[in-house]
């Protein structure tokens, strides 16, 4: 009896094993096969390292431009090297920098500019995830010189697209689901950030929160595995240290937290006005009547004129911004370098440089905290914490606003920085600060960018599927051996191409109450038809397909 009872337990336990293999494993297992993770990992892991060793010759590319009119290379060195360089030559290095952009713009980028964010963005959700190598290598040689003649711009947008374009290289050749392409392209982002910043967890969080815009288990493991890989290739040649070294800051009193939420609002209308001074200098420069390579050597001229008085404007200017946090300027030089680098930078992409916002973002910031600590130590000298402090939560606030990227950047300063003193203040303001740019100006600075390129992501999936979905993808074939000739009455209707979006049918299909329309090749001959029925499936069928990537 007793044998037969434990004989019975194990069966009851194969069983139950049996089950949850079945019902638990087996699903996830098959899920992760759909997602092509045995492929999707191993590439990720892949283009970390290449990604962290691309950020590193890029860098090297900038100094190696750098030292040619400067003669160091080193970048924390470019304001206070600058400022005993003759005025000539510092005014004569973005201008000459401005003429070899504006030839290379002609000769080597396919979209007539350097790709950034923007771009990667774009390629997520409305290119299908595939991402174009040549303009990655183009943008990467235009931003090099551009920064390395001294443009006031970043490094680390540039650094997201060479990361992005390394990580799509494999789709290319790899037949992969559209949620992998797009996977690895995030994965590319996040070892961009992180390799820049030394921050592989803010590098996981931005490609979440600004590339794909949800998260998801089978997009986060992907960014992991490529943070983790590009941050131990730079600690390796570049060491464990943190962007910027500080002080030993810590916040006076809990009471001064009504401060740093006023804080939060300035640094909200400080990113807002950045975006509107942007917003002017493209519009000021798409009405120039002038060829495109001389864009950017007249930008170069105004960069260098300012520069030749103001050197802290140059370059990505992690140095001044490091003097700023350390509370070395006073209240009116911070006030005239937060205007100087604010039309230096807009200047700086109207006239096409390459170059990003990420450090021009946090070098306002910068100022911003620091114009507020002086003005809070005046106002409460026993009371306010350093001018340091509040230097280091504006950089947060001001960059999170400009970005529309918050939580990432928020632990972007936490890694730089390696003080997490001062978490309450530092998520507040950057809170505060997003939702005021958000009031002031609608977009942050990337969806800025691909609005004026006539594409509105920030109001859900619905979008992306009407500009993605083409006809070619629901379309019912002409019948073999049918007439090529369009029929009566579809003659008289309006006719698609194969090409055309879900947009363009369903608003052909509205504007006459249509059931079915045409579909005609480039001589007018007819290839299919077009059904509502057909069209709302491909819509229904693609939100599904959105809901489902974002939820695994």
């Not at 000459?96 to 350097?114: D, E, N, T």
């Not at 089978?218 to 590009?230: E, G, H, K």
């Not at 300012?306 to 003097?323: D, H, K, R, S, W």
């Not at 026993?382 to 606030?397: C, F, K, V």
């Amino acid at each position: 009896m007793k044998t037969m009872a434990v004989d019975g337990d194990r069966d009851e336990h194969r069983t139950l094993i049996s089950l949850w293999y079945r019902q638990r494993v087996r699903p996830s297992l098959e899920r992760l096969a759909r997602a092509r993770a045995v492929v999707v990992w191993p590439l990720a892991l892949i283009a970390g390292v290449a990604t962290g060793y691309a950020i590193l010759a890029f860098r090297f590319g900038i100094g190696v431009v750098q030292s040619l009119w400067l003669g160091v290379a080193e970048e924390n060195i470019v304001a206070t090297k600058a400022g005993f360089t003759h005025p000539l030559i510092v005014f004569a290095a973005p201008v000459i920098g401005g003429l070899v952009v504006g030839l290379m713009l002609i000769r080597l980028a396919p979209k007539r500019r350097a790709e950034g964010v923007a771009d990667v963005i774009e390629t997520a959700h409305l290119r299908r995830g595939r991402i174009d190598w040549r303009s990655g290598l183009a943008s990467a040689l235009i931003t090099t010189v551009s920064l390395g003649a001294g443009a006031s711009a970043g490094r680390e947008g540039p650094a997201v697209h060479i990361g992005a374009t390394l990580a799509g290289l494999a789709t290319r050749w790899l037949k992969m689901p559209l949620a992998s392409r797009r996977a690895l392209l995030a994965a590319g982002a996040a070892a961009a950030v992180a390799a820049s910043f030394n921050a592989p967890i803010a590098g996981v969080i931005f490609a979440h929160e600004v590339i794909l815009g949800h998260y998801a288990l089978t997009a986060f493991v992907p960014a992991v595995l490529a943070a983790v890989a590009a941050t131990i290739v730079t600690r390796v040649h570049l060491g464990d240290y943190p962007a910027f070294i500080l002080p030993d800051f810590a916040i006076a009193s809990l009471w001064e937290m009504p401060a740093f939420a006023l804080l939060g609002v300035v640094s909200g209308l400080v990113a807002a006005l950045f975006l509107f001074c942007a917003a002017l200098a493209e519009k000021g420069a798409q009405r120039m009547v002038v060829p495109l390579w001389l864009r950017p050597l007249l930008g170069g001229v105004v960069i260098g004129a300012m520069a030749a008085f103001l050197p802290q404007i140059l370059g990505v200017g992690y140095e001044v911004t490091n003097l700023a946090l350390r509370g070395r300027y006073d209240f009116g030089f911070l006030l005239l370098l937060l205007v100087a680098k604010m039309i230096a930078t807009a200047v700086t992409l109207a006239s096409r440089f390459g170059g990003g916002v990420f450090s021009p973002s946090l070098f306002l910031g910068a100022m911003t905290g620091a114009a507020f600590g002086v003005v809070a130590a005046g106002l409460a000298p026993e009371g306010a914490s350093a001018q340091g402090t509040y230097a280091l939560i504006g950089t947060g606030a001001v960059a999170g606003a400009v970005l529309g990227a918050p939580l990432s950047t928020a632990l972007i300063v936490f890694e730089m920085t390696g003080d997490y003193k001062m978490t309450l203040a530092l998520l507040m303001a950057t809170a505060l600060a997003s939702v005021t740019a958000q009031v002031l100006a609608a977009k942050s600075f990337f969806h800025w960018q691909l609005a004026g390129r006539g594409l509105d992501l920030e109001e859900g999936p619905h979008k992306r599927i009407l500009h993605t979905v083409r006809v070619r993808d629901f379309m019912e074939p002409r019948e073999k051996g049918a007439s090529t000739e369009v029929p009566e009455p579809y003659d008289e209707r309006p006719q698609l191409a194969r090409d055309d979006t879900l947009r363009k049918v369903l608003r052909a299909l509205d504007e006459g109450n249509y059931m079915k329309l045409a579909v005609v090749d480039a001589n007018g001959r007819l290839g299919g038809w077009v059904t509502r029925t057909a069209a709302m499936e491909a819509y229904n069928r693609e939100l599904v397909a959105t809901s489902v990537e974002e939820h695994r």
